[in-house]
Structures are given as C-alpha cells and as structure tokens.
C-alpha cells in the first residue's frame, strides 16, 4: 500500500474525494488541513501483492486456449507422429494426442502430469540439468572435485544442496502446472518455452557426458 502525503493546507478540496483517484484511493481531509491519500496497488485489497502479479501476468502471460491446441494438434507434423514413428493414440502410455497431454486442456492428475508425455518430466529434469550442469562446473573450478566427489565426499556438502536443490525446483515448476499452466504460456523476449526446451536438452545432454567423461579420465574436466 502506497501513501501519499501533502502537508499544505489545501482549502480548496473541501472533503470532497479527488476525481482521478475515485476508483483506487480514498481521500480525506483532517483538521489540520493535510490532504492524506491511500492507494492499493490491486482490486484485492487483502493481497498487497495482487498489483505486482497483474503485471507479471500483462507483460509475460499468452494464454494457451483449447482452440490453440486443435489447431496446432490438426496442423503440426510433429503431432501426427513423434521422431520414433508412435502415432498418437487416446488409449496409448506414450504418444497421447496433444490436447489429452496438456495441462489447460485435460485433468491436472498426478498420473497425467508425470506420464512421459506429460507437461512436467521434461520442464523439470530441464531445469534441474541446467542448475546442476553450471552449478558442477563452477565448483569444480573452485574445489577440482569431479561431480561424483562434489555429492559424496563426507568434507563437503554437495549432497545436501543437490537434494535441496532437486526439491525446490521441483515444487516451482509443479505451481504452474497444477494450475493449469505450461511454459507455453509464458514469454518475455527471448526467454519463452522453446527455448527453455532446447536448453534443457543440451544441458541434460551435457550434464551426463561431463559424469561419464570425469568417470573416464578419473578426474576433474576443469581443475
């Protein structure tokens, strides 16, 4: 909550509240003429926060309507049949047809949201290769331990971090997706889902050609 404050006397004003803040502030005038204005940043007057996320939310949210899955599950190559040749089916583990998949179009169940066709395992182990791939090398060039050695060796405590690590990105990306949100419907810039897919899928890439490469050589890549 903001609070505007005006210490002169304005007789002007009488007690009559300002025009231009009639639907967001109140105004009153005390006996010591000073005019005292208050403003909520947001309708929700019991979320001081609720201005803030409807910025968020304008300047980032594109949301995915069920017609924007049909059309691009009717017009997309890739939805009539993945890289293995699978065609999607209803009645299939794998390969569901993209509106069945899709967390704003179907049942949020924990069973849908994890299958391996599902909106979190990829965003999450992603994100969790991203994290772990900068996060490795970068202590690696700080301690010349291998990835192996960061987890398990008893002088440090690598292996904490990457639990907790594991779990508070797996809640954050669970938030949206419960919700009814995949990163589809999110971009600013450069930043949007695609990209973040791509990413994810070098780092995860990269993440286990570094173990198996320090496995090889039985030591740190950077030292």
Known sequence: MAALLCPRPTPFLGAKPL???????????????????????????????????????KATKNPVTDDDVLVNQF????????????????NSMYARPERERRAETVSRSFGSIFALDGAAPEVINGRLAMLGFVWALSAEKWTGLTVIEQIYNPTTSGLVFFVGAVQV??????????????????????????????????AMIGFAALIVDEMIRQGALIH
């Not at 017009?75 to 209803?90: F, H, I, R, T, Y």
């Not at 990306?173 to 994810?200: K, Q």
Request: glycine share 8%; proline share 6%.
């Open 19 to 57: 025009p231009a803040f009639a639907s967001t502030c109140s105004c009153s005038v005390h006996k010591s003429q000073r005019l005292v204005v208050r403003c909520q940043g947001g309708h929700d007057n019991s979320n001081p926060l609720s201005g803030l996320r409807a910025s968020v939310d």
């Open 75 to 90: 017009e997309s190559q890739a939805e009539k049949q993945s890289v293995l040749g699978a065609v999607p089916n209803s």
């Open 169 to 202: 990105f797996t809640y954050a990306s669970m938030i949206p997706i419960m919700n009814g949100e995949t990163t589809d419907a999110r971009s600013w810039g450069p930043f949007n889902a695609r990209a973040e897919r791509w990413n994810g899928r070098l």
